[in-house]
């Protein structure tokens, strides 16, 4: 074995975490938007003809395809398909930390500040049902809140309980995860879209 052809290839083939080849990979846009003089988040309510999560509150944003070029690609494609909003005129900020919401599932958030009569005047009504803002100010000022949900582990019929020790009195470990909350007006935003919207406003709070 050469140890120094191993080593050079354990770099070259690194990735985000082990399994990252194989998982659902999104990439979303956290947009700014300047609007009387105060900038703003943007938000989307999914449309309520939408096969999966009708109705949710979202970044723009979607499954990175094997076409885009890179994450960051991906996330503007998305914006332009579901806001409208031609990427020449995007100005991208920065990439955030990775979410990774699973071994099966990871999102690249991107921080853009894109022009806001653009995408009201142009925003896809079929993928989209209305869009709304939150003013930075309010969500610096304001926290969250959050609820628990347990998560617990239920192998299916045909697990070789055999092969592992205690068989079928195995103790599978269950879980809690974090579900945050913002309550802005009539709009609850929770889920994905508030672990990373929340992430980005701890960055906002350091910058002040």
Not at 146 to 172: A, R
């Amino acid at each position: 074995m050469n140890l120094d052809r191993l080593h050079d290839k354990i770099q070259d083939s690194k990735s985000l975490f082990i399994g990252e080849d194989t998982a659902f990979r999104a990439a979303v846009v956290i947009p700014l938007v300047e609007s009387d003089g105060e900038w703003h988040v943007l938000f989307e309510v999914r449309s309520f003809t939408m096969r999966k999560q009708p109705g949710d509150i979202s970044f723009p944003g979607g499954r990175i395809d094997p076409t885009d070029a890179s994450p960051m690609a991906a996330a503007l494609r998305e914006t332009q398909e579901e806001l409208g909003v031609d990427p020449a005129t995007v100005k991208v900020i920065g990439e955030l930390s990775p979410y990774i919401a699973s071994p099966s599932f990871v999102v690249h958030p991107f921080v853009a500040v894109i022009d806001y009569h653009q995408i009201i005047r142009s925003y896809n009504k079929d993928e989209v049902e209305e869009v709304f803002t939150i003013p930075v100010k309010w969500l610096l000022e304001h926290e969250p809140y959050m609820h628990l949900v347990t998560v617990e582990s239920s192998p299916s019929s045909n697990f070789p309980f055999e092969k592992i020790m205690n068989g079928d009195q195995y103790q599978w470990r269950s879980h809690s995860l974090e579900e945050w909350f913002y309550e802005y007006g009539n709009y609850t935003v929770w889920g994905l879209t508030a672990r990373i919207l929340k992430h980005f406003i701890e960055i906002m709070r350091k910058t002040a």
